[in-house]
């Protein structure tokens, strides 16, 4: 097989060839550098009601986290992940 990179994705996907690259899920920061959320352990902090708060990950050095805004009881905007 030509082109053959053999490399293998969290979830146990392998890339075959330069046409099927593994799949890549980013997102920018607040400071426009490129993350990728999904690739870690995400966890969340809760309202005194029961409603999520934030939602944050770490890759052991940084901590990014998004914070939610809720209008009568729904979530309406979250914010940009800011690192910390």
Known sequence: MTGFIGLSHKDGVT????LHPLPVSS???SSGAA???N??????T???DG???TKYFTDGTNTWTQTYTYTNGKV???SPWVKS
């Open 15 to 18: 890339a075959v060839d330069a």
């Open 27 to 29: 997102e920018v920061d």
């Open 35 to 37: 993350i990728n959320p």
């Open 39 to 44: 690739a870690y352990t995400q966890n969340v």
């Open 46 to 48: 809760y309202n005194q």
């Open 51 to 53: 409603t999520v708060a």
């Open 76 to 78: 309406t905007s979250f």
